[in-house]
């Protein structure tokens, strides 16, 4: 699967951490969209049937993001979506509770370009 052709949903709660995680998606050629909680996330979701990837902060109003993923999981229409959490949660207890849910990879806050870019290759869906 070609970058070019991938979109991605950026689900944060902080601006400047949905602008850092853009740049980085958007430098190695993926589409993106935003949402500020799960909610909206579960909204853009309805909105747009192409998104192959959501990166999901853990600590957010209204849905956190271990409730989107377990949302996201219910539904078999999305049960090929893949899912990053990336969060400020370093608690192994977080890791398993949000992997058992249905996560795919895990991303622990502060994180650099690479870590991102290194997960989204071990997803397939950049070259290595």
């Not at 500020?36 to 993001?65: C, F, K, T």
Request: charged share 30%.
């Amino acid at each position: 699967m070609s970058p070019k052709t991938v979109h991605a949903l950026i689900i944060d709660d902080s601006r400047a951490m949905r602008a850092i995680l853009r740049r980085i998606l958007t430098k190695a050629g993926f589409r993106t969209c935003e949402a500020e909680h799960g909610l909206q996330a579960l909204e853009r979701l309805e909105e747009h049937d192409d998104i192959a990837i959501a990166l999901v902060d853990w600590n957010m109003p209204e849905m956190n993001g271990y409730e989107f993923v377990k949302a996201v999981r219910s539904d078999p229409e999305n049960r090929d979506l893949w899912l990053m959490m990336v969060t400020t949660e370093t608690e192994m207890s977080r890791v398993v509770k949000a992997m058992a849910a249905g996560a795919n990879e895990y991303v622990m806050k502060p994180f650099t370009d690479e870590v991102i870019l290194e997960k989204l290759q071990l997803l397939g869906l950049v070259a290595a």
